[in-house]
């Protein structure tokens, strides 16, 4: 039996999904859109969330959350930039430091450009959002700001809940349960200005394989990383999975980043402040060896999705050069002016 949505009743979604049934792409849609438009309370908000804690969420379902937030985001006029963004899907559970927001200024250094999508953290201590805020930067959404901000910094930084009204009603839900939850997963597919590469860390293999089915259909150069003990990114603690256009390679720490660190070399701080400083120290040139080549291997992984280099060994040392050079924090310094 088809689930009709008539009449906005949350009960009803709710008792068809307790069912084991799942829904459709239009119906997925037509839910997020209603949660967009402030159709339910908080209370049915974050039991149909709940939902998917219980169950692997479909890839019909994803698709369907992801058009509802498409449809309805502000979408900012670059220009047709060539743009990049790296982006994790958070949820972890591993508390490291901003490497992938931190990779984005080292991109930036090298001269290519980047729209950050970034948000506050909903199941970590501090998101790409808190330490940018930490650090002085003010949101922004017009055209003319962000178009400025990628003229004189090379990177632009996108506010996800100014952009996307849906995640601005769930954001306090999400803080609420501070769990990982289907919105994670969203965030990095539902950049405003579709960039045209793409570097995304997932937490899961399952989450891989998605991710891998739905960029396929898409018209960007994506790579997506999953580190083999549970990071969302190249974390050098083990192996790490690359998954691109091409096919799917499991890379050792030594390949990527000359040699193994461990958990406690890329911890990330217990307040936002901390992770501030983490951030600040690495950009200024003073992060530990360990924090340096952390950054760098997602950096150098993320200059080659662009496809512009000869290889990984040429992207590493570009990445090198930026931050080594002063042009990464330069980028950071003229972003926040």
Sequence with gaps: MLLR???KNMKKILNYLFEHKSLSREQAKEVLTDISKNMYSETEIAAFITVYLMRSITIH???????ALMELCVKPNLDGQELMDIVGTGGDGKNTFNISTLSCFIVAGTGNKVAKHGNYG??????SSNVMEQLGYKFKTGNDALRKELEEANICFLHAPLFHPALKVVAPIRKNLGVRTFFNMLGPMVNPVSPQYQLIGVY???MARIYNYLLQKGDSAFTIIHGLDGYDEISLTGDTKVITHSGEMIFSAEDLGKRTVSAADIYGGNTVEEAAKIFMRILKGNGSWAQNAVVLANSA??????????NYAECYQLAVESLESGRALAALTALIQ
Excluded: H, N, P, V
């Excluded at 909903?122 to 998101?127: E, K, Q, T, V, W």
């Excluded at 992984?301 to 000869?310: E, R, S, W």
């Design 5 to 7: 949505l008539g009449g």
């Design 204 to 206: 899961s293999l399952e």
């Design 301 to 310: 992984m993320a200059l080659q999705c662009t496809g512009k280099y000869k």
């Design 61 to 67: 379902e994803l698709q369907g959350f992801r058009d």
């Design 122 to 127: 909903a199941s970590s201590i501090s998101g």
